[in-house]
C-alpha cells in the first residue's frame, strides 16, 4: 500500500509511520472532555491548537458514545459540528473527520469541510455508504458489541480476537465492494466498546493480527476505563501516562492512527517510538 494517502480532499502521508488523530468532542457529556468544547469558538480554538501540536487529522464529533449514554438527533448533531468544522476547514491544512454514525450528519460535514467518516457502526446504514461511496472519502470502520447505551452491560466473545478481526475484514471488504478504494477503508479494534479489561488487553496484545489483514489499522485507547482500571486512576484526565504506553504499544504493533485528547504528548510519544522501531 502506497505510504501516502490521496484523495479528492486531502492526503495524508503514512511514510514515518505512525499519525496522531486529535478528539474534537462538541459535547455535554463526553467521558472525558464533556461541555469543555460545547462552545463553538472554544472548540475551533481547540481544532486549530491540535492541528498546531502535530495532529494530522481532526475528528469532530457531537454525539457522545460513552458508556450508557443516550443517542443525539441528527439536527442537533449537525447544529453542533457543522459550524465548528466550517470555521476549521479555513483555518488548518489538515483533514477533519467527522464522528459520526448517520447519513445526514456525515453529509453536511462533508459538505462543511470534513473529509473522513468515522462511523461506530461500521457504516452499517446504508445511507452512510452511498455517502462515503458519492464524496470519495475514506472511512473509518470501529467494531461495537451492542450499542453505546448497552455495551458495557455483559460483553462476551467466545474468540474476542478473532471476533472482531473477522467481522471488520468483513466490513471492510464490503466496503471495498461498492467501490471505496481500499487504501482509503481504515479499520478499529473499538478498544472499550462492548469489551472488558481482558478484551481489551487481547486485542492490543494481538494487534498485529488487524494489521496482517492489510488494512490500516487505527486505535482509540484515550483515557479510557481500562487504563484507569489498571492505573487505580479514577478521573479520565489522570490517565495521560497510562494512555501514552498504551499509544507506544500501538505505534510498535503496526497502527497508522492513534485518535487521542492529549495531542502534544501523544505526537512525542509516537516520534519516540517510531525512531526506535525504524529499521533502515
Not at 25 to 39: A, R
Not at 79 to 97: C, Q
Not at 126 to 135: H, L, N, S, T
Amino acid at each position: 500500500m502506497n505510504p501516502v494517502l490521496q484523495w479528492p480532499r486531502g492526503r495524508l502521508d503514512f511514510s514515518a509511520g505512525c499519525l496522531v488523530m486529535g478528539i474534537l468532542n462538541v459535547t455535554p457529556d463526553s467521558f472525558s472532555d464533556g461541555g469543555q468544547f460545547l462552545d463553538a469558538n472554544a472548540a475551533i480554538e481547540r481544532g486549530v491548537k491540535m492541528a498546531e501540536q502535530g495532529a494530522a487529522i481532526i475528528d469532530v464529533g457531537g454525539e457522545s458514545t460513552r458508556p450508557g449514554s443516550k443517542a443525539v438527533s441528527p439536527a442537533e448533531q449537525i447544529r453542533r459540528t457543522a459550524p465548528v468544522i466550517g470555521a476549521l476547514a479555513e483555518r488548518i491544512d489538515v483533514p477533519i473527520s467527522i464522528d459520526t454514525t448517520d447519513a445526514e450528519v456525515a453529509r453536511t460535514a462533508l459538505l462543511a469541510g470534513a473529509s473522513i467518516i468515522n462511523d461506530i457502526t461500521a457504516l452499517s446504514d446504508p445511507k452512510m455508504i452511498d455517502v462515503a461511496v458519492q464524496q470519495q472519502v475514506p472511512v473509518v470502520l470501529m467494531h461495537m458489541q451492542g450499542t453505546p447505551a448497552t455495551m458495557q452491560a455483559e460483553p462476551h466473545y467466545d474468540d474476542v480476537v478473532a471476533e472482531v478481526r473477522d467481522f471488520l475484514l468483513a466490513r471492510a471488504e464490503k466496503a471495498v465492494r461498492i467501490g471505496i478504494p481500499r487504501e482509503r477503508v481504515f479499520i478499529d479494534p473499538g478498544i472499550g466498546f462492548g469489551k472488558t479489561l481482558e478484551h481489551n488487553l487481547l486485542l492490543l496484545r494481538n494487534l498485529d493480527q488487524l494489521v496482517a489483514t492489510g488494512y490500516r489499522v487505527l486505535v482509540g485507547p484515550s483515557r479510557k476505563g481500562f487504563v484507569g482500571k489498571i492505573t487505580g486512576k479514577d478521573k479520565p484526565a489522570e490517565r495521560i501516562f497510562g494512555t501514552a504506553a498504551v499509544v507506544a504499544h500501538c505505534v510498535t504493533a503496526g497502527a497508522s492512527l492513534v485518535r487521542v485528547h492529549d495531542v502534544p504528548e501523544m505526537v512525542d510519544v509516537v516520534k519516540v517510538s517510531r525512531a526506535i522501531g525504524h529499521h533502515a
